[in-house]
């Protein structure tokens, strides 16, 4: 498992696109759109990636987290399941999952410290029920692949090790799509060092070739990324919270205004 | 609750709300305890087959699910094979924020396997199911070693057999609280503290070893395999108790003992464990010159079971035999081959061992708590596979064990003069060894229970199948 991806129930999970890009009943309901449920999605990460940064855990931690909320989503309502506390409670658990336990009343104290919202804060005892309510959501498979390692071996090989530092942000960059539950880790990588590649004039038809991977794929992939940025305007590799110029405050506000029950 | 069988239900113990997946279940009573969590047995209404319940009480200082048990589900979620213990379902109370695993039941293990040996029989454990219990054992280790994961606590108590059934005579590792997955620790693996029940420990970690493989569980299957040949513990070192993380001398000392005083020249990365580089305990002079393990186990230097035994119990852990190499090992290619089933022997003229089930606390619901009515008559309990019936209960005990999963050791039996449960309750008499016994008279006045039995409730179970089938 920890070792064999092709028989971890990460690749057993992996689903299509147009089975992400749906907007759950509840939420529909109550106004919410394909593009909003996106956008919060997007907005979600990036208070993630916050929060993490304060708690000062590594990136592989906070990629879990990011997987296990966009996987809950996948099945759970943003109306039944408030996504300000899913957030935290995602990444306290992809703590424990990944061996380096934060304390709740950490996630608990920063988020107050960060966000003026009153909307976001919770107490400790919130974030452990939903701690519960995430591993059942999750179906209780935590164990999650990511990018990082693939990236670093496959440029190694390609002896391209100084693409690591923009290929790498690229990779993160990728946390705010939902390719993690769509493609093999590896082949996320492959996209990434593709980019890059292209971006900085590497020549590297040769290596893909010997690699034997579909590169329709990769190419698939890699043009995703592109027109993401293009699409919400990002400035790539500015690092993750400020660089959404596409996404502004009002805009996700509005979005978390329709699922919030009205009185 | 139901057809009131239910334990929570029927026994009066607070199971008046219980959650609706619980009633899939019959509850048939306790059988291990431990600091973060009770294990019970039911079994499930649909198919009768028999369930171990491991329930995981939410920690009182906020820390939510408990690190051991997030582990273990998402270690057990992602494997699957037959010498691993399965993870049947999990399900979570959100009322008291208790989780529960569910695992499929195995009667027995290797602890109470060995001291059954041991304190009842007086007779060895049979060649073939020696080499059948071991076989498995490091059948399911390489498995878990070939996926990266370290198990860290193996001990007899933690390997279990499967009883009477489709599965019978199948080794299932259970206990997977300390299992990590090495490849790419975030942290130190020596940062969970110490590991390893201090017998099975290996003579690395013993030294204050930071950087430790796979290869400690090796050392822990060198110890099981010894044991199951003498019957009692090779390397019985006293604890020393302390923080965090004591030297522990005795233990070194009976290691040494055996094997003789590790040194440089065989074990190249010995002189950098700390324990043995500070020399504080004077580890460093030799007291022990050479190994006479042999005579410990009493096998002939030239045997394959010596030879393989010795590699297991390699000092250096770069020497040491891996699973896989163990299980290539002329031991396993000579007669008696190691078969599917290891506790019947196919040789005829073999006796089959009727080993006594699990004793099960049947006074106790879901909640933990103990009722102070006498519970139901318990005919579930008596309809364990491959039980005797009279051993088969025992009543509530005062001291908590350490529970390891399904492999939890036995509940010791409690006096029974301490809680007047036992008759009340159609127990027909303490027999944690399940040696053949008349029926008390407690029993005769609930013949029904003792009906279902089969009657070889001795030694002599007619119920084993003669012929199984080899690997």
Request: aromatic residues 10%; positive net charge; charged residues 20%.
């Given at each position: 498992?920890?070792?064999?991806?092709?028989?971890s129930?990460?690749?057993?999970q992996?689903?299509?696109?147009?089975?992400?890009?749906?907007v759950?009943?509840?939420d529909?309901?109550?106004?919410?759109t394909?593009?909003e449920?996106?956008?919060?999605?997007?907005?979600?990460?990036?208070?993630?990636?916050?929060?993490?940064?304060?708690?000062k855990?590594?990136?592989r931690v906070?990629?879990?987290?990011?997987?296990?909320?966009?996987?809950?989503?996948?099945?759970?309502s943003?109306?039944?399941?408030?996504?300000?506390?899913?957030?935290?409670?995602?990444?306290?658990?992809?703590?424990?999952?990944?061996?380096?336990?934060?304390q709740?009343?950490l996630?608990?104290?920063?988020?107050?410290?960060?966000?003026?919202?009153?909307?976001?804060?919770c107490?400790i005892?919130d974030?452990l029920?939903?701690?519960m309510?995430?591993l059942?959501?999750?179906?209780?498979?935590?164990?999650?692949?990511?990018?990082y390692?693939?990236?670093?071996?496959?440029?190694?090989?390609?002896?391209m090790?100084?693409?690591?530092?923009?290929?790498?942000?690229l990779?993160?960059?990728?946390?705010?799509?939902?390719?993690i539950?769509?493609?093999?880790p590896?082949?996320?990588?492959?996209?990434c060092?593709?980019?890059?590649?292209?971006?900085?004039?590497?020549?590297t038809?040769?290596?893909?070739?010997?690699?034997?991977?579909?590169?329709?794929?990769?190419k698939n992939?890699a043009?995703?990324?592109l027109?993401?940025y293009?699409?919400y305007?990002?400035?790539?590799?500015?690092?993750m919270?400020?660089?959404?110029k596409g996404?502004?405050?009002?805009?996700?506000?509005a979005?978390?205004?329709?699922?919030?029950?009205?009185? | 609750?139901?057809?009131?069988?239910?334990?929570a239900?029927g026994?009066?113990?607070g199971?008046?709300?219980?959650?609706a997946w619980?009633?899939?279940?019959?509850?048939?009573?306790?059988?291990?305890?431990?600091?973060?969590?009770?294990?019970?047995?039911?079994?499930t209404k649909?198919?009768?087959?028999?369930i171990?319940?491991?329930?995981?009480?939410?920690s009182?200082d906020g820390?939510?699910?408990?690190?051991?048990?997030?582990?273990?589900?998402?270690?057990?979620?992602?494997?699957?094979?037959?010498n691993?213990?399965?993870?049947v379902?999990?399900?979570i109370?959100?009322?008291?924020?208790?989780?529960?695993?569910?695992?499929d039941?195995a009667?027995?293990?290797?602890?109470e396997?060995?001291?059954?040996?041991?304190?009842?029989?007086?007779?060895p454990i049979?060649?073939?199911?020696?080499?059948?219990l071991?076989?498995?054992?490091?059948n399911?280790?390489?498995?878990?070693?070939?996926?990266?994961?370290?198990?860290?606590?193996?001990k007899p108590?933690n390997?279990?057999?499967?009883?009477?059934?489709?599965?019978?005579?199948?080794?299932?590792?259970?206990d997977?609280?300390?299992a990590?997955i090495?490849q790419?620790p975030l942290?130190?693996?020596?940062?969970n503290?110490?590991?390893?029940?201090i017998?099975y420990?290996?003579?690395?970690l013993?030294?204050?070893g930071?950087?430790y493989?796979?290869?400690v569980?090796?050392w822990?299957?060198?110890?099981?395999?010894?044991?199951?040949?003498?019957?009692k513990?090779?390397?019985?070192?006293a604890?020393?108790?302390?923080?965090?993380?004591?030297?522990?001398?005795?233990?070194?000392?009976?290691?040494f003992?055996?094997?003789?005083n590790?040194?440089?020249e065989?074990?190249?990365t010995?002189?950098y464990?700390?324990?043995?580089?500070?020399d504080?305990?004077h580890?460093?002079?030799?007291?022990?010159?050479?190994?006479?393990?042999?005579?410990?186990v009493?096998?002939?230097?030239?045997?394959?079971?010596?030879d393989?035994l010795?590699?297991?119990?390699?000092?250096?852990?770069?020497?040491?035999?891996t699973?896989?190499?163990?299980l290539?090992?002329?031991y396993?290619?000579?007669?008696p081959l190691?078969?599917r089933?290891?506790l019947?022997?196919?040789?005829?003229?073999?006796?089959?061992?009727?080993?006594?089930a699990?004793?099960?606390?049947?006074?106790?619901d879901?909640?933990?708590?103990?009722?102070?009515?006498p519970?139901?008559?318990?005919?579930?309990?008596?309809?364990?596979?491959?039980?005797?019936?009279?051993?088969?209960?025992v009543?509530?005990?005062?001291?908590p064990?350490?529970i390891?999963?399904l492999?939890?050791q036995?509940?010791?039996?409690?006096?029974?003069a301490?809680?007047?449960?036992?008759?009340q309750?159609?127990?027909a008499?303490?027999?944690p060894?399940?040696?053949p016994?008349?029926?008390g008279a407690?029993?005769?006045?609930?013949p029904?229970?003792?009906?279902r039995k089969d009657?070889g409730?001795?030694?002599?179970?007619?119920?084993?199948?003669?012929?199984?089938?080899?690997?």
């Open positions: 498992m920890a070792a064999n991806f092709w028989t129930s990460h690749y057993k992996l689903v299509e696109q147009d089975k992400i890009d749906v759950h009943p509840i529909k309901e109550r106004g919410l394909l593009e449920f996106k956008l919060i999605k997007i907005h979600m990460t990036n208070h993630i990636w916050r929060l993490a940064q304060h708690v855990v590594r990136q906070i990629a879990t987290a990011v997987t296990y909320f966009r996987r809950v989503y996948t099945r759970k943003l109306t039944e399941y408030d996504p300000r506390l899913v957030t935290p409670t995602c990444l306290y658990l992809a703590s424990k999952a990944e061996e380096s336990t934060v709740a009343r996630l608990v104290f920063y988020i107050k410290k960060m966000c003026s919202d009153e909307k976001y804060r107490e005892k974030i029920e939903m701690e309510k995430l059942e959501a999750l179906d209780y498979y935590l164990v999650v692949f990511h990018p390692r693939p990236l670093l071996q496959l440029l190694q090989d390609a002896g090790t100084d693409l690591t530092h923009i290929s790498w942000g990779v993160n960059d990728t946390y705010k799509m939902d390719l539950l769509i493609h093999p590896y082949m996320i990588a492959l996209a060092i593709y980019i890059a590649s292209v971006l900085k004039d590497k020549e038809t040769a290596w893909f070739e010997e690699l034997r991977v579909d590169m329709n794929v990769v992939i043009i995703e990324i027109d993401f293009d699409f305007r990002v400035e790539a590799f500015k690092g919270a400020e660089s959404f996404i502004s405050d009002e805009k996700i506000n979005a978390l205004h329709k699922l919030t029950p009205k009185p | 609750m139901g057809d009131g069988r239910a334990i239900g026994s009066g113990g199971g008046s709300n219980r959650p619980l009633q899939q279940y019959d509850l048939v009573g306790k059988i291990g305890e431990g600091t973060y969590g009770l294990v019970f047995l039911a079994k649909l198919r009768k087959s028999c171990a319940i491991k329930k995981f009480k939410q009182k820390d939510g699910v408990s690190p051991t048990a997030i582990r273990e589900i998402m270690l057990l979620r992602e494997i699957s094979q037959e691993v213990v399965k993870l379902n999990v399900h109370n959100h009322a008291d924020m208790s989780l529960y695993l569910a695992f039941y009667d027995h293990d290797l602890y396997i060995i001291r059954y040996h041991r304190e009842k029989l007086n007779q049979n060649q073939y199911t020696v080499k059948s071991l076989w498995q054992l490091l399911g280790l390489n498995y878990l070693h070939s996926n990266w994961i370290i198990h860290r606590d193996l108590s390997i279990l057999v499967m009883g009477e059934g489709e599965e019978q005579g199948v080794v299932k590792i259970a997977f609280g300390l990590r090495y790419a942290k130190p693996l020596s940062d503290g110490v590991v390893v029940t017998w420990r290996a003579p690395e013993l030294l204050g930071k950087h493989t796979s290869a569980d090796m822990a299957v060198g110890c099981i395999f010894a044991e199951l040949l003498t019957l513990p090779l390397f019985q070192g604890e020393v108790k302390g923080t965090p993380n004591p030297f522990q001398a005795d233990q070194l000392d009976k290691i003992k055996v094997l003789g590790p040194n440089p065989k074990w190249p010995l002189s464990l700390p324990h043995y580089q500070s504080q305990h580890i460093q002079t030799v007291k022990y010159e050479s190994s006479c393990l042999h005579s410990y009493h096998l002939a230097l030239k045997s394959p079971a010596y393989l010795s590699k297991m119990l390699e000092y250096d852990p770069q020497k040491r035999i699973a896989a190499q163990a290539e090992h002329e396993f290619r000579i007669d190691p078969g089933n290891a019947v022997p196919i040789q005829p003229g073999e006796k089959i061992i009727n080993y006594p699990r004793p099960v606390d049947t006074s106790t879901f909640e933990g708590t103990t009722s102070i009515q519970p139901q008559p318990v005919s579930a309990a008596v309809a364990i596979p491959g039980s005797v019936a009279a051993s088969s209960v009543p509530p005990r005062a001291v064990r350490p390891s999963m492999g939890m036995r509940m010791p039996p409690a006096s029974m301490a809680f007047n449960i036992a008759s309750a159609g127990i008499g303490l027999n060894g399940g040696i016994i008349q029926r407690a029993a005769q006045a609930h029904q229970q003792l009906r009657p409730m001795g030694m002599q179970n007619t119920g084993y199948p003669q012929q199984k089938r080899r690997f």
